[in-house]
C-alpha cells in the first residue's frame, strides 16, 4: 500500500485538523498541477511533427504495443517508489513527473486517433469534461460520506490482473476489447478513484501528498482513458 512506504508522518485521520486540511489541499493542489503538466505536454506532442511518426511506431505491431504497455508498467512502478521516498522531497517530485510523462507516451495514439482521424474536433474535450464530472462526483461522495473505501482493494485488484490479462490476450492473438469493456473499465476506474479518495481522508501520513496526488492521477487518467474509448467507439 502507498501509506505504508510513502514519506512518514500522522495519519491524516490522527492528526489535527489544521495538518489534516493542510494534507488534502496540497494533495488535490498537485494533482491539478499534474493534470495541467498533463495537457500541456499532451497538446505539445499532439501538434508536434513527431506525433504521427511515434504513434506510427507505437502501433506498428501486436508486439510493439505490447512492448510499450509493459515498459508503461516497469515506469509506472519505478515513478510510485520514487514518490513514496521517506528521505528526498526533490525524488517524490521526479516520480510524479516520471508519471505524467509516462502517461503522456502512453495515451499520444489514442488521443492523437481523437483528434486527427474521429473527425469530431470536440471529442477530447467531452471526455475531459465527463471525466471531471465524475472524478468531482466521486470526491464529493467520499468527503460528505467519509466512508473508508480501503474494503475494495481486493476487488480492485483482482478486477486490475484480469483486465491486464484480456488485453495482453486480445494483443496476442488480434481481437479487439470493445465498449462493453470499456464500460466495465470506466466503474474499475471509479473504484480506484473512490478507494484512493477514501485513502487521502483515513490512510496517508500527511507527508505524503505527492504519493497521494500520483496515486490519484493514476485513476483520472484510467477514468479519462476509457471514457475516450467509449466515445471513439460511438463514432
Do not use: C
Not at 27 to 45: P, Q
Not at 194 to 218: D, E, I, M, R
Amino acid at each position: 500500500m502507498a501509506w505504508e512506504t510513502a514519506t512518514g508522518g500522522m495519519i491524516a485521520a490522527e492528526a489535527p485538523v489544521s495538518e489534516r486540511v493542510a494534507f488534502i489541499r496540497k494533495t488535490y493542489l498537485h494533482l491539478g498541477g499534474a493534470v495541467l503538466a498533463f495537457i500541456a505536454l499532451e497538446a505539445a506532442l499532439l501538434n508536434s511533427p513527431l506525433a504521427r511518426p511515434i504513434v506510427q511506431t507505437m502501433l506498428g505491431g501486436r508486439m510493439s504495443w505490447l512492448l510499450v504497455l509493459g515498459a508503461f508498467m516497469l515506469v509506472g512502478f519505478i515513478a510510485e517508489r520514487w514518490a513514496q521516498s521517506a528521505t528526498s522531497p526533490a525524488m517524490q517530485y521526479l516520480g510524479l513527473g516520471l508519471y505524467v510523462v509516462a502517461e503522456a507516451i502512453i495515451m499520444l495514439p489514442l488521443l492523437y486517433m481523437a483528434a486527427y482521424v474521429s473527425g469530431d474536433p470536440t471529442i477530447i474535450p467531452k471526455a475531459g469534461v465527463l471525466t471531471g464530472l465524475v472524478f468531482v462526483g466521486l470526491t464529493g461522495t467520499v468527503f460528505l460520506t467519509r466512508r473508508d473505501f480501503s474494503w475494495l482493494r481486493p476487488a480492485l485488484t483482482i478486477a486490475g490482473f484480469a483486465a491486464l490479462g484480456l488485453i495482453v490476450v486480445s494483443m496476442l492473438f488480434g481481437f479487439t476489447l470493445g465498449t462493453l469493456f470499456a464500460a466495465v473499465m470506466v466503474v474499475v476506474a471509479a473504484g480506484y478513484i473512490l478507494y484512493y479518495t477514501s485513502n487521502v481522508l483515513h490512510h496517508y501520513p500527511v507527508g505524503s501528498h505527492v504519493s497521494a496526488a500520483l496515486t490519484l492521477f493514476a485513476a483520472v487518467a484510467l477514468l479519462f482513458w476509457y471514457i475516450l474509448r467509449i466515445l471513439s467507439d460511438r463514432r
